[in-house]
């Protein structure tokens, strides 16, 4: 028997998708030789002002893609113009996001309804309103389509299938807590570090954006919302109907004064005048003997959800993180007072991708 045909769709193709891209080209030539593997056709990729498609659905090569991609003169299709071009492939498809885009992330129940499964790292679909995360999984529930959104959440480690599987295997989940940032990781973990004294702020936060750690404005990242939205999407999978990720309490670091300047450049240049602010902060701490980390945690029983600094024992795991690491850690009925922790790269185009590829890999052995 033929193995099944399975249509790809790609939208976005920036650090995420360059490296989903060719992750998906060795898992297509490593399926290829397997007669039990689906063949997987990759016949549509997108950014935002290119498309280049396979008319007839034969499958594109992923020899020069990229260039392939910047040079097309295909007609730019829109997302439902897209739609409409996988769903009617000659046999299952799925659509790969790999855009931060809002715009569309709302059209997931669309996409879900026509039976196209999503693969994403895109938060912004799942820690948007809660009608938008009731909408996806019941246009899915209906077609029989998958959503997968494990790089959602800590890049590619698994922290969304293990909440998924505390969950569906009957354990009660009581708390989750941990750092959700990589950027916010590296900061800390340079600024107050368990070992010497740590750089000034202002310099931490520039070298961060150097490095390429950080947003293109550092003030995405220093606002909270990332680790917000992190939270919103593991507080829900948890049970708890989070309206949004701003309607619980979340820290910004970014001093008052310079959340209207109008660069981040700008924002850069500024922000020396307050590393007195976070100096404080720090020697609040170590006079306790403890180290400040920028952590999330949810109260799964109180329903309480938050974001901001907290002082932490230099022995407790959140203090000892190192790099741009992650860190997430599940209390459980079943685990008791020694939580199930998942730790490790929390941030960056390989690991991300892996997550999306992992996320892809999952769909195809359940289509
Ligand atoms: P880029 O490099 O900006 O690429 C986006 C691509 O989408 C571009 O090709 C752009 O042309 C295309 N695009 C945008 N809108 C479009 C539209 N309407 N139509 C067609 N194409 C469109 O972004 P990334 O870095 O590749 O990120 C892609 C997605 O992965 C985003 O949703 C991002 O939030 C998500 N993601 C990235 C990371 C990461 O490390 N880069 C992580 C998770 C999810 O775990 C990581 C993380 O949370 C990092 C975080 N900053 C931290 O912890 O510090």
């Not at 550092?218 to 593991?234: F, H, M, Q, S």
């Not at 799964?300 to 741009?324: C, M, N, Q, T, W």
Request: glycine share 8%; aromatic share 8%; with cysteine.
């Amino acid at each position: 028997m033929a193995p099944k045909e399975v249509y790809i769709g790609v939208i976005g193709a920036g650090g995420v998708g360059k490296c989903f891209l060719s992750q998906l080209e060795s898992l297509s030539k490593r399926y290829a030789t397997n007669a039990s593997s689906p063949k997987i056709s990759l016949v549509f990729i997108s950014r935002s002002t290119k498309t280049l498609y396979s008319e007839k659905y034969t499958a594109l090569p992923f020899e020069n893609l990229s260039t392939k991609l910047a040079n097309s003169t295909q007609k730019h299709l829109s997302l439902t113009e897209a739609i409409g071009f996988l769903s009617a492939a000659p046999g299952k498809a799925i659509l790969v996001d790999n855009t931060s885009s809002q715009n569309i992330a709302d059209q997931y129940p669309q996409v879900l309804s026509k039976g196209i499964s999503i693969v994403t790292p895109n938060k912004k679909a799942f820690s948007g309103s809660y009608k938008l995360w009731q909408d996806i999984f019941s246009a899915a529930a209906e077609s029989g389509a998958i959503v997968s959104h494990e790089s959602s959440v800590g890049a590619g480690l698994p922290v969304i299938s293990t909440l998924n599987d505390l969950v569906n295997t009957g354990d009660e989940v009581t708390k989750i807590e941990g750092v959700f940032s990589g950027t916010m990781s590296f900061l800390f973990n340079s600024f107050a570090p368990l070992e010497g004294s740590g750089g000034k702020w202002s310099a931490e936060v520039m070298k961060a954006k150097e490095l390429g750690y950080t947003e293109p404005d550092p003030r995405d990242d220093l606002n909270g919302l990332d680790v917000a939205r992190k939270l919103t999407i593991l507080a829900r999978l948890a049970g708890l109907p989070i309206e949004s990720p701003t309607s619980f309490p979340v820290q910004s670091l970014i001093p008052k004064e310079l959340e209207s300047v109008a660069s981040g450049d700008e924002f850069l240049q500024k922000l020396p005048q307050f590393d007195s602010q976070m100096e404080e902060t720090k020697a609040a701490a170590e006079k306790e003997g403890k180290v400040v980390r920028f952590v999330g945690s949810i109260d799964v029983a109180k329903k309480e959800v938050k974001v901001g600094l907290e002082k932490f024992d230099r022995s407790h795991p959140i203090a000892a993180l190192k790099g741009s690491d992650n860190i997430i850690s599940f209390y459980t009925k079943r685990y008791g007072a020694n939580p199930l922790i998942v730790q490790g790269a929390g941030a960056g185009g390989e690991v991300t991708a892996m997550g999306v590829t992992s996320g892809l890999i999952h769909i195809l052995e359940r289509l």
